[in-house]
């Protein structure tokens, strides 16, 4: 599954992830690399090292461990499945106060 078109930029004939992260301020230890990785995690989760590699261009090694770093550094808290609450029969909303 591809992200979006609008969150790629063309460089060279050839598609290249650019990192909504790059606009605001970051930890200067994130680099570029990083932040597509980041970005990528936050559209699909479920993505293999494999295919995140490819998209940074990076062996599936290199981009594992910087997966490890993000997540021994907090940076990546965790990784969620979103449900489709309807589907599950899950419509109502309770309020309290």
Request: net charge positive; no cysteine; charged share 30%.
């Amino acid at each position: 599954m591809a992200l979006p078109e609008h969150i790629y930029g063309r460089m060279g004939g050839k598609k290249h992830h650019q990192s909504k992260f790059m606009r605001g301020n970051v930890p200067e230890d994130l680099d570029s690399v990083d932040l597509r990785i980041l970005d990528m995690l936050q559209q699909d989760a479920s993505l293999s090292i494999a295919e995140i590699a490819e998209r940074v261009g990076l062996s599936s090694s290199p981009a594992w461990r910087r997966i490890e770093r993000l997540k021994k550094a907090a940076v990546i808290l965790r990784q969620v499945t979103l449900l489709d609450h309807e589907k599950l029969g899950l419509t109502f909303e309770v309020f309290a106060s």
